[in-house]
């Protein structure tokens, strides 16, 4: 996918929005039937949040995929924890701010010099090894894969403090300029402050509110 492709892609989706503690979520149904939900910060203009939903067939309504922001594994019913998160078990999350991405791996007490992180420009994502053998990880970039760039070693940057691998990818310019585009292209879909119209209702289902 190019930068022009993605950018079509937004356009050609039908587009729903609203605003609700101080956070602008959006609500994509693209012509293909995929569903797309962002929320984006009304302080910055940075996307907090990402999820994907496939088109729904007959085996039933598919699973939301989270593409940005904390996955909350926990489940909670009658007051009661019936299924929680290993605290052991490392742990993924990836934020966006003005001029990085950035992945935390939780759960990893390593020292930093047993970590290597390495670009992977064939498949447009990243390798996080340790030397010990005892973690390995694939991330993939679908910010680079949609302006079709792929990752430079020299944009990635980590450390590593309190059990936690902080990864950083200095964002390229052509994808600071794809992200200015949508923006750009958000700014004229009608917004509500309506909070129960059912596009609320479902972002808050899926961002666990």
């Known amino acids: 996918m190019s930068f022009v492709e993605w950018l079509n892609l937004i356009r050609a989706a039908e587009k729903s929005s609203i605003i609700s503690n101080n956070v602008r979520k959006i609500h ?33 309504e598919p699973d939301w995929e989270i593409e940005l922001g904390e996955v909350s594994k926990e489940l909670r019913i009658g007051g009661e924890f019936l299924l929680r998160e290993s605290n052991t078990e490392p742990i993924l999350s990836k934020r966006i701010t003005k001029t990085n991405i950035e ?17 992977d420009t064939e498949k447009k994502s990243m390798l996080v090894r340790t030397s010990n053998k005892k973690y390995f990880k694939v991330i993939s970039i679908p910010e680079l894969q949609r302006c079709n760039t792929p990752p430079r070693q020299d944009n990635i940057s980590f450390k590593h403090q309190h059990n936690t691998l902080i990864i950083s990818y200095q964002k390229p310019k052509i994808l600071l300029d794809m992200e200015k585009s949508v923006l750009l292209e958000l700014k004229d879909v009608e917004t509500t402050t309506d909070l129960d119209v059912d596009c609320d209702e479902l972002l808050q289902q899926l961002m666990g509110k």
């Open 103 to 119: 992945w935390r791996i939780r759960n990893l007490p390593y020292p930093v010099e047993t970590y290597t992180v390495t670009a």
């Open 28 to 60: 994509y149904t693209f012509p293909d039937g995929r569903e797309m939900v962002e929320e984006y910060s009304l302080e910055t203009g940075i996307v907090q949040r990402r999820a994907w939903r496939k088109k729904q067939d007959l085996r039933g």
